[in-house]
């Protein structure tokens, strides 16, 4: 029997303070009505001093092995996708490590923003079926509220923090990760981008997006990627279950499932909740909907996101 990635358990953390349109529209020139209509996001949550990238990181991956029933102790191999790590470097892999007592495994971030977790779990995947690991935390976290211009009204109401975590294991049989599709295209790496860095000014930066541009290729890239990831796999859009995507922007997610012909039913929604939590955004949006038992054992489920670069991505997975 083939050897698949299965994932085994999932698990989410969210900073403890959630802010409301209305709150941001105290200090920002902007609507609950404004913000609603053209993204769907109503909530995000904010990071308080405390709380960071590995520390998210590390409840959720905490939260998903406690779920799959699995000790910290077997884990081999640990990638976490983000784009706001802790610091330069050591990776905050290597904290999420640490903080679970794990004294030698293989950790390392991925980068791929908004598409990570996507990259991420492709990383790990190849790794466990080339016989380079057995069992994996693949996590996404992020605090893009420490990155964002909170005088830039086009991009500071759309990104919130978090963080999701998946453990995959090695397992004969039908279930895991069938087929994975990634894409970047470096051209327009100037569309959405963080004005700042260590080998350039020294600083973190700010993020950068030019939203509209950035719209029109989501959706055409994102409907691509699904098509191409279930013909990998052998399987056609009836087949699927549900489609857990990269929670950007609502409208984003019902022009994909119109150009797919896919019904809305079967997407899981979290951006009202979350807002864009970059690479948390999958795992985030896939462990509600495990938890709220939306998500079955023995569904197939397709994963996908678009983010900087551009970096874009799909999976389909038995789960
Ligand atoms: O995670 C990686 C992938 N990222 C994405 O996929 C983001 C993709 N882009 C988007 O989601 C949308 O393009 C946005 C939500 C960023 C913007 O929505 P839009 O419908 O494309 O709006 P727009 O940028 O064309 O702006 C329309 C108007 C402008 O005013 P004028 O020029 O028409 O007078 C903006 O100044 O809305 C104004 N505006 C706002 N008004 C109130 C922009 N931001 C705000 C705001 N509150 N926060």
Redesign the pocket.
């Known amino acids: 029997m083939t050897l698949r990635a299965v994932i085994k358990g999932s698990g989410s953390a969210l900073p403890a303070r959630r802010v409301s349109n209305a709150e941001l529209a105290e200090t920002v020139d902007?609507?609950d009505e404004?913000?609603v209509e053209?993204?769907g996001i109503r909530f995000r949550h904010i990071a308080g001093e405390h709380e960071t990238t590995a520390t998210l990181a590390t409840d959720a991956a905490r939260r998903a092995l406690e779920a799959a029933g699995i000790a910290a102790t077997d884990v081999d191999l640990i990638v976490l996708a983000t784009a706001t790590p802790d610091q330069t470097f050591p990776a905050s892999a290597t904290k999420v490590q640490a903080a679970l007592g794990i004294n030698d495994c293989v950790a390392f971030d991925v980068q791929a923003v908004?598409s990570g977790f996507l990259y991420a779990m492709s990383v790990a995947d190849s790794m466990i079926r080339g016989g380079g690991a057995n069992t994996a935390l693949v996590i996404g976290a992020e605090t893009f509220s420490r990155i964002l211009d909170w005088e830039d009204?086009?991009t500071c109401?759309?990104f919130g923090d978090g963080a999701g975590a998946v453990v995959l294991q090695a397992e004969a049989g039908e279930a895991g990760i069938l087929s994975v599709a990634l894409h970047a295209d470096g051209r327009h790496n100037q569309l959405?981008y963080v004005d700042g860095g260590p080998s350039t000014t020294g600083t973190v930066g700010k993020l950068r997006?030019r939203?509209?541009e950035?719209?029109k290729h989501?959706v055409v890239n994102l409907a691509t990627v699904l098509g191409e990831t279930l013909a990998k796999a052998d399987l056609s859009i009836a087949d699927v279950d549900w489609v857990v995507p990269?929670q950007?922007?609502r409208r984003?997610l019902d022009a994909t499932a119109r150009k797919l012909g896919l019904s809305p039913d079967k997407v899981v929604v979290t951006v009202d909740e979350h807002a864009?939590t970059?690479a948390a955004s999958v795992p985030l949006a896939f462990d509600a909907a495990v938890r709220d038992g939306r998500i079955k054992r023995g569904d197939l489920i397709v994963f996908e996101a678009?983010?900087?670069g551009f970096t874009w991505g799909a999976a389909a997975v038995r789960y």
């Open positions: 902007t609507s404004w913000i053209r993204t908004c009204r086009t109401v759309l959405l997006m939203g509209p950035v719209f989501a990269h950007a922007n984003i864009n970059s678009m983010g900087g």
